[in-house]
């Protein structure tokens, strides 16, 4: 279970938001919502523990996260803008990788059949510089595949996708919730997850700072 | 004690508190640079081994001593910024740069006009003098690394862990440049061997003082533009008199 | 599916920097290329006579070394910084020092270890006596570590800046003076009878600290540049 309490973050000299409070249990889908610069961002990355929150605490099953550090890394997943796919190496090298990265031993096999099941047959061994956008984002979602994390932090996770791709990727979340898992996503773009209830927490802009209202 | 210490460490009363100390500190140094110069200059006697030209070691000692301990003290203000999240530590450790390097250098400069007459060169490869030159490269690194970083953040963090991996290596550094000094038979720049008149001594330890005054009040004065500059946004610094005009 | 172990993922880290510095074998071969052009240009500079390129030799070569090893820094975390493997690193579910180490063995085996092999056939042109070029290339073989894992600090600090790689040297240089002193000390003690041991003992003795600190340094130095 995740729990925010009082979080408020800062980038540079401008406050971003405060006195955020919220929590996530186990099958719970949150999106995060707000315009441009509100820091919904900002926010997914200090739940990452890339940045220092001014005040308030994140709590994992009740540990400060900063205290569990690499225990909780082992439990969350991350996907930010950037792909986190080298150029160079194949989609399954890469996916492989990514996969050891997190600490899992994937298979060649199995690394296949999740590129497979992305769309990407076919292309699994040519290295990812010659793909297109779109089927780059796919390799880099193959991750959601074959990863065992229990909290899911997305942020735009359908930027550069066809409609096909976009319910696949809700078909996943689907699959992810159903087994207890918890995400945490911005969008853009419109996402449903079927006959489950989206909570949302919105960030807007108000003065010297966000102010954010889960529901 | 204890409880006074922690009320300056915020930015808003430390900046009226320096405000105040700095005349007193500047005047001091003052006064006590213009005892320390006459009797170096006057009083103290001519050395019967160099002349007239040793005189500047009045100015070279304190400075090459004062540049070693503000390296360390730069570091120490650095490390408390890091671990405690204290802004106006690391507010001190950027006012303290350039004021090391300052010194750095002076101490090196000296170092060369005091060679010149001694060894007829310019600049000698004295282990001292190398380490000195060292410690100015330690200094820069740190300027220009804090200069380089946009975020305000970032740059005090990334500078300070700077400090401290230089100040750990400043030993390291140190004795390696002697082991390279005593293997090559480099040269050593060193006062007469035999003991100093009273009133060198006298002359030398009334310009360190001096010096170390003259240091605190300057790095006092550019804290406090320091903190107006990053404290811009906050409303105390909008109601000060300079700030309203 | 399995769970990789802290060495395991050491391991694998290294294999991804070795399989992609070998499909990006340019980068590799400009630092050696580098290095021995910069060789070159002394004795063209000061002229060809033996005696004289004998006698600076053991400096030359090391200062070389050093400035090949500050070019091909920047490229430790850079190319990761940019395509956001980096930030997954930091995320990985072992110590990102283990992870550091990783890459900076791996920068070393592609930069560093080129280097070693090299200098012996440069230190031929510079007359040096076998024995010298013995001490040599075990001074480099303990120094280049060192030069790796001090650059990753800077590196780490310096991370996306603007300055690039001249901030960069400016940074490490200073910290890399002492090994150089005992570098080039433990080939002059060879013409000159002093105890080489001592020097080599040194290096060895600031590769073992370099080991100890650097890592988790590099990782604090690279979560205070991701913020």
């Not at chain 1, 550090?69 to 950037?82: K, P, T």
């Not at chain 1, 909290?151 to 096909?164: I, K």
């Amino acid at each position: 279970m995740l729990e925010v309490s009082n979080l408020a973050c800062s980038r540079g000299d401008h406050r971003l938001f405060s006195g955020l409070s919220f929590a996530l249990h186990p099958g719970q889908i949150m999106q995060v919502q707000g315009e441009n610069g509100s820091g919904k961002t900002s926010l997914l990355r200090t739940l990452c523990g890339f940045l220092m929150p001014d005040e308030g605490d994140i709590l994992w099953n009740g540990s400060s996260v900063s205290e569990l550090q690499e225990e909780y890394y082992a439990e969350m997943l991350y996907l930010g803008h950037l792909n986190a796919i080298k150029d160079e190496l194949s989609g399954l090298e890469n996916l492989r990788i990514s996969a050891g990265m997190s600490g899992i031993e994937l298979s060649e096999k199995d690394a296949i059949a999740a590129l497979r099941r992305m769309g990407l047959k076919g292309r699994e061994l040519l290295p990812t510089k010659v793909l297109s956008q779109g089927q780059r984002r796919r390799v880099a979602l193959a991750r959601l595949l074959v990863s065992d994390a229990k909290l899911w932090v997305l942020d735009e996770p359908l930027a550069a996708l066809d409609v096909a791709a976009v319910a696949l990727i809700e078909e996943l979340i689907a699959e992810h919730l159903a087994r207890q898992g918890m995400v945490i996503f911005t969008t853009h773009q419109p996402l449903q997850v079927a006959g489950m209830e989206m909570r949302t927490l919105t960030l807007t802009r108000a003065g010297s700072g966000s102010r954010g209202r889960p529901a | 004690m204890a409880i006074n210490w922690f009320k300056y460490s915020a930015p808003t009363t430390f900046y009226g508190l320096a405000g105040k100390l700095i005349p007193w500190f500047g005047i001091s140094a003052a006064i006590l640079f213009a005892v320390g110069l006459y009797i170096g200059f006057y009083v103290a006697p001519t050395d019967y081994q160099q002349g007239e030209f040793y005189r500047i070691i009045f100015i070279h000692v304190p400075s090459s001593i004062i540049s070693m301990f503000l390296y360390l003290i730069m570091a120490g203000y650095a490390a408390l910024g890091l671990i405690f999240n204290t802004r106006l530590s690391s507010m001190m450790a950027t006012a303290i740069a350039p004021t090391g390097a300052l010194f750095a250098f002076i101490s090196l400069w000296t170092g060369a006009l005091w060679g010149k007459p001694m060894w007829g060169a310019w600049w000698v490869w004295d282990a001292r003098l190398t380490s000195e030159l060292i410690l100015l490269f330690l200094y820069l690194g740190y300027i220009a690394l804090h200069a380089s970083i946009d975020d305000p953040r970032r740059a005090d963090r990334a500078s300070a862990l700077l400090a401290i991996v230089g100040s750990v290596n400043v030993p390291i550094i140190y004795f390696s440049v002697k082991w390279w000094n005593t293997l090559h038979q480099g040269s050593t720049i060193k006062f007469s061997g035999t003991s100093m008149h009273v009133a060198m001594q006298q002359a030398m330890f009334i310009t360190l003082v001096a010096c170390w005054l003259y240091a605190i009040a300057v790095i006092l004065a550019r804290v406090r533009s320091i903190i107006l500059e990053r404290e811009r946004h906050t409303k105390w610094i909008t109601e000060l008199p300079e700030v309203k005009n | 599916m399995k769970k990789e172990t802290m060495s395991g993922l050491f391991m694998l880290v290294i294999r991804r920097d070795l399989m992609l510095a070998m499909r990006r074998r340019a980068d590799v071969l400009t630092t050696l290329i580098f290095f021995v052009m910069v060789v070159s240009l002394f004795p063209l500079g000061v002229g060809p006579e033996m005696d004289m390129l004998r006698k600076m030799a053991p400096g030359v070569l090391w200062v070389a070394a050093l400035l090949s090893s500050m070019l091909s820094l920047g490229r430790l975390f850079s190319a990761d910084h940019l395509d956001g493997t980096l930030e997954q690193m930091m995320l990985a579910p072992q110590s990102l020092s283990m992870l550091v180490l990783g890459k900076m063995v791996a920068h070393w085996m592609v930069s560093g270890l080129p280097l070693v092999l090299m200098a012996p056939v440069l230190g031929i042109q510079f007359d040096m006596s076998a024995e010298a070029l013995g001490v040599l290339i075990i001074g480099l073989l303990l120094g280049t570590p060192i030069l790796s894992m001090i650059g990753g600090i800077g590196a780490a600090l310096t991370l996306g800046l603007r300055g690039g790689g001249v901030l960069l040297s400016l940074l490490v240089l200073p910290l890399c003076i002492p090994v150089l002193i005992f570098g080039t000390g433990a080939v002059e003690a060879v013409s000159t009878g002093l105890s080489v041991a001592s020097h080599l003992s040194l290096l060895g003795a600031l590769l073992v600290l370099a080991l100890a600190f650097t890592p988790w340094v590099t990782a604090q130095a690279l979560r205070i540049s991701m913020e």
